[in-house]
C-alpha cells in the first residue's frame, strides 16, 4: 500500500514541498522522510483512511518543521501561509493571473530552467515528477545507470546554486523552454504506456499524469502546435491501454487486441487535438498522424501502412533516430515485406534496446529463418527489465 501510494503522489508532494522550502533537493528529502515514516507507521497503526492526504499533511508538517529551526522562520511562516492561496502567490507577477498555477507543472518548468544540460533536465523532471528510479531513467534514456545518477545529483546543485526559483518563467521565456518539457513530459507518458522494469506491462497512472500535464500546457500555449501534437499522441495512445492487457495483467500486442476495447473518447479527443496542428510537421505532430492511423482503421488489416511508413520517413528526417529508423522498418515490413525492412534493421545500432533484437526476430520468423529468430528472441528477453515484457519474447522464442 505505500508504495502504489507513493507512485502515485510522490511527485506531487514533491513540487508542493519544493514551491514550500524553494529547493528541489531539499523538497526530494524531505518527501523521502516522509515516505520513510509512513513506513514505520502504517504497518503498526494501520493504513490511513485517506493515505494520499497523510502523506501530503505529513510532508508539509516535515516542511514547517524545518523552516521553524532556520533563523528567519518566521518570515518563512508568513510566506508558506500566503502560499496556500494561489492567487496570493507573491512568486507570481501580476502579469501572470492567467497561468496555470499547478505545483507540479511549476516544478516542471524548473527541472527544464535552461541553466542544465537536456540530459540534466529529462533525468530531474522523470525522478521528481515521474517517480522513476535512476534505473528506470537509465533504460528510458538509453545511458547508464551511473551517468543518470550523476546528472540528477549534479542538476540538484545547479538549482540550489544558482538560486533558481520554484515558478513559472514570464510568458516571453516560456516558448524557449517548451521543447524540453515536452521532450520530459512525453518521456513520463512512454514510461507509463510500455515500462521499462517490474512486473507490470504499464503504469497507466504515469500516463494519465503526463497527459494531464500535457492539457495544462495546451491550455497555457494555445498557439503553439506541437503541445497539441504532443497531447493528440498521448490522447491517441492512451486510448488503447484498456486492451493492451488480459485480465490477468498479460501483454497484447497491437495487431492482436480488440479494437472495440479502445477508448473511442479518447480517439475523439486526440484526433480533435490533431486538428488543431493541422498543417504543421513537428515530431510530436507526425507521431500523432501515425497513431491516428492505427485509430482509424477498425482492424489491422485496414491499416494504412504505407502511409504510416511515409510519415515515418518524414520524422526520420525531422527527428533523426535509430529508434524511429526501427519503427519505419517494422512499417515497411508490413507495406512492403520482411526482406526489405530487414535490410533496414540490419544497419541499425541501439545497444542495450531490446525492441531491436525483438523486431528482428519477427523479420526473420516470417522469413523463414527460425533458428535465427529464436536466437534473436532470447537476446531481447535478457535485454529487458520489464517481467511482462520479458514473458513475450520467451514465448516467441518458444514458438
Not at 542495450?352 to 529464436?374: I, M, Q, S, T
Amino acid at each position: 500500500m505505500v508504495e502504489t501510494v507513493w507512485r502515485m503522489e510522490s511527485a506531487k508532494i514533491v513540487a508542493t514541498l519544493a514551491r514550500l522550502v524553494r529547493d528541489v533537493g531539499l523538497a526530494e528529502e524531505l518527501a523521502q522522510d516522509t515516505l520513510v515514516i509512513a513506513l514505520e507507521q502504517w504497518p503498526a497503526d494501520g493504513v490511513p483512511e485517506n493515505p494520499a492526504s497523510w502523506l501530503m499533511a505529513t510532508a508539509k508538517h516535515r516542511a514547517v518543521d524545518l523552516l521553524r529551526r532556520q533563523s528567519r522562520y518566521r518570515e518563512k511562516l508568513a510566506e508558506i501561509g500566503r502560499s496556500t492561496a494561489p492567487h496570493d502567490d507573491p512568486d507570481l507577477a501580476a502579469d501572470a493571473d492567467d497561468y496555470v498555477r499547478d505545483d507540479l507543472l511549476r516544478l516542471i518548468f524548473t527541472t527544464c530552467h535552461p541553466v542544465l544540460s537536456t540530459e540534466s533536465r529529462v533525468a530531474l523532471t522523470l525522478r521528481l515528477l515521474g517517480g522513476l528510479s535512476t534505473g528506470e531513467i537509465a533504460r528510458a534514456c538509453l545511458v547508464p545507470e551511473p551517468t543518470v545518477g550523476k546528472r540528477i545529483t549534479r542538476a540538484k546543485r545547479t538549482l540550489a546554486e544558482k538560486r533558481v526559483p520554484i515558478e513559472l518563467p514570464p510568458p516571453a521565456e516560456a516558448a524557449a523552454r517548451l521543447a524540453s518539457v515536452l521532450k520530459v513530459i512525453y518521456l513520463i507518458f512512454n514510461e507509463g504506456y510500455a515500462a521499462t522494469a517490474g512486473d507490470d506491462w504499464t503504469r497507466p497512472a504515469l500516463c494519465t499524469e503526463a497527459l494531464r500535464l500535457g492539457r495544462i500546457l495546451a491550455g497555457l500555449a494555445p498557439d503553439e502546435p506541437e503541445v497539441h501534437g504532443l497531447v493528440a499522441l498521448m490522447e491517441l495512445q492512451s486510448s488503447r491501454i484498456p486492451a493492451r492487457t488480459t485480465a490477468d495483467g498479460a501483454p497484447v500486442l497491437l495487431q492482436d487486441q480488440d479494437r472495440r476495447r479502445w477508448d473511442r473518447l479518447l480517439v475523439r479527443r486526440g484526433l480533435d487535438a490533431l486538428a488543431r496542428a493541422a498543417g504543421t510537421y513537428g515530431p510530436y505532430v507526425l507521431q500523432a498522424e501515425i497513431a491516428a492511423c492505427h485509430a482509424r482503421a477498425r482492424t489491422p488489416g485496414d491499416t494504412d501502412w504505407v502511409r504510416v511508413a511515409a510519415l515515418y520517413e518524414v520524422l526520420s528526417y525531422v527527428s533523426p533516430s535509430p529508434v524511429v529508423d526501427l519503427n519505419r522498418a517494422v512499417a515497411i515490413g508490413h507495406a512492403e515485406g520482411p526482406a526489405r525492412a530487414l535490410a533496414i534493421v540490419d544497419t541499425l545500432v541501439l545497444p542495450g534496446y531490446p525492441l531491436l533484437p525483438a523486431v528482428r526476430g519477427d523479420l526473420l520468423e516470417k522469413l523463414g529463418r527460425a533458428d535465427e529468430a529464436r536466437a534473436e528472441f532470447r537476446r531481447a528477453a535478457a535485454m529487458t527489465g520489464n517481467a511482462r515484457e520479458r514473458s513475450i519474447f520467451t514465448a516467441r522464442a518458444g514458438e
